[in-house]
């Protein structure tokens, strides 16, 4: 786990990815190693996948209002997604 935050940290996200994969393999309860899959999808506006795993953590530790917050995050990202596109489709067709 911390090898995955020190990828977070150098914003080798794929490799974090990999790493709390891996720590999820040895135990799938790990909260933190979905957490932290979470903020590498979430940097690599993979926001689906981040919210998935926000929303794993807090069905599995409901009192973890730091992945709570980041659900919150990920709707807010995808909302401004969604409208740069209707903007982006909008200017394509006018």
């Known amino acids: 786990m911390n ?16 790493n709390c994969d891996y720590a999820l393999r040895l135990d799938s309860n790990n909260t933190k190693a979905i957490f932290r899959r979470g903020k ?8 689906d996948e981040a919210k998935k795993d926000f929303a794993e953590v807090v069905a599995k530790d409901p009192s ?7 659900i919150a995050v990920v709707d807010k990202a995808i909302a401004l997604e969604k409208q740069k596109e209707k903007q ?7």
């Open 40 to 47: 590498a999808n979430y940097s690599l506006r993979k926001f």
């Open 88 to 94: 982006m489709y909008a200017k394509m067709f006018s």
């Open 64 to 70: 973890n209002t730091l992945a709570a917050k980041q």
């Open 3 to 18: 090898l995955a935050q020190s990828y977070l940290n150098l914003k080798q996200y794929n490799l974090a990815i990999s």
